[in-house]
């Protein structure tokens, strides 16, 4: 099936107010114009190097999601380009992405990323942290940031139990941040989860925004 095809029947299958960040690294900028053609407008990248090369190269109404581990060094990198960064793992993080946005005089949109899943390489907060973080006033007072919600990744596993209640875990969190920690703060209302293999688990447990490549792009050659 074509890239278009592939949209259509995701998209026909997410129940109204999910919506699909197509994710685009390692293909090249032709097969996201296809994309892009077909009508998808939110695309994820995880490489900050393959956002900054690909997005001047593409249409300005493109919302880039910045969905990989960020380091530090290359948050100035991204800023002009991220309009959302789901992968925020730490307060230091948080931080600089608040003062970089500011040097540019520049509104970001992040997600918290939780750490649910049972690989020690995926990052974020674990629910612990993240808690204690927002009782400490971390997400307080931040002029050039919005935290619009939280993102995860499940444990890669066959077990589609597993992953379920991985997803109710990271449900379960948003919910008590959003009402101790952001009460009365209607930008705090994403559940970014699910990727091809388990997207209609993450739909079934509250995710309001899905991270799709493989099932649009085909494989990606690395
Ligand atoms: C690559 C990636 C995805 C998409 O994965 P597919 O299995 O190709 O759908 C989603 N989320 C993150 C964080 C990724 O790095």
Known sequence: MSIAQNLQCITAQL????????????????????????????FGENRAQELAAKAPQMPTDIEWHFIGHLQK?????????????????????????????ARIDHH???????????EQTKS??????????AEEGAFNNLSNVTICGVMAMATFTDDMNQVASEFELVHNTFLSLR???????????????????DWPVAVKHGATLVRIGTDIFGAREY
Do not use: C
């Open 15 to 42: 129940p109204q107010g999910v919506r699909l960040v197509a994710v685009s690294k390692f293909h090249p900028v032709d097969k996201v114009m296809e994309a892009y053609n077909a009508g998808q407008r939110i």
């Open 73 to 101: 060094n290359k948050v100035r990198m991204i800023m002009p380009w991220a309009s959302t960064i789901q992968s925020i793992d730490s307060i230091q993080l948080l931080q600089l992405v608040n003062k970089e946005a």
């Open 108 to 118: 970001v949109n992040v997600l918290l990323q939780l750490h649910v899943a049972k």
């Open 124 to 133: 974020g907060f674990s629910i612990d942290e993240v808690l204690k973080a």
């Open 179 to 197: 009402d101790k920690h952001f009460a009365g703060n209607p930008a705090f209302k994403e559940i970014s989860m699910g990727m091809s293999d």
